[in-house]
């Protein structure tokens, strides 16, 4: 079927919720995609910064041909071969870093980012009425991206994403990131006998435009949410697993550890796996009964991010994206046009000086680059971590 019909069939029975580019890739290898047509493109999208050990990776490839043809899907209700080897992987990487952690994470597997954070929010909630008296209250940030769906929606901190979807969720307040007097200020009001049961950040706002938190800024959210007793969240559904830099998650670069992480793109090559990790208290939270999910964590996705953070661990992702994302980011600063660099390993958005992004990312399609803008003046770069 050609383009042309293809785009015709969508129009008519698919909602028109993107507004698509013209192109169809129906083939990856690596770094690179090629249209229907045969033509080659270098990916630095990485379908939103998914894709992070390359297209068609052959040690994913294999893991998901064998397991489709072995079992999909029997329930969760029942113990499923190679889940709890890709938890304690998990916990592993988690425990990474400059200080690593012993205590084990534990996991809870979901099908998106977004469920990651709805899984987040109910735990931030449970964890509220068991220790801080039905404390539900959760500060995150002007700017942040959380998710579509209606809490996930209600904690973004983007007003235009909300205004035609409410009522939302109530509970969730908003700060600008880096302003460490607006949490204290947040942190200490009551909020109607409802105080402040958790804090949920995104160490480098990504859909927001690529905007970072200071380390000290950070370290400072960590000493006041323990004073506080409330939870710290960090979302690493797409700086997680080595997209920014030498240790696997954003949060390790910074030298902070949260109580509960969420994760998703970059877990499973490119099939639909997330998770929602936590220790400490916050792992005891969660009960029999209070969580669930009919596809999350099953057979196949279960391979799939098994051989993903096998493949990761195997090229030294860490290292890698370290000289790489430095590359990159230097060759970006040398353009004209840019203005700044900001963002972390292959995480970086470049501000630009004209109000150009949309014709850039145009103009590169064209000339087989997939780039991504975020509104005029922000290109985001987030390729396959194998790019070089
Ligand atoms: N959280 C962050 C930080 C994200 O960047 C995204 C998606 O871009 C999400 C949550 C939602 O993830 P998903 O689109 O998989 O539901």
Redesign the pocket.
Known sequence: MSLEQQQALDATYVMQTYKRKPVEFVRGEGMRLYDDAGTEYLDFLSG??VVSVGHANPRVTAAIQQQAAKLLQVSNYFSIEGRGELAEKLSGLLNAGENPGTEPWRVFFTN??????EGAIKLAHKYGIRHLEGASTIITAHRS????TLA?LAATGQPSKQELFKPLPSGFVHVDINDIHALKTMLNQGFGGKAVCAVLL?CVQ??GGVYPCTEEYLRAVRQLTEEHNALLIF?E???GFYRTGAYPFAFQQYGVVPDVV?L??GLGGGVPI?ALAAHGIAAEVLEPGDHGSTFGGGPLVVAAANATLDELVAMDAGKHVAEVGAYLRERLESLEQVTEVRGRGLMLGAELRDPIAEAVVEAGLEAGLVLNNIGHHILRFLPPLVCT
């Open positions: 939103i910064g998106s980012g977004t469920e990651s954070i991206f959380h998710g579509r996930a995104e990504g859909e979302d559904v797409q700086t969420t998703a793109k997330g």
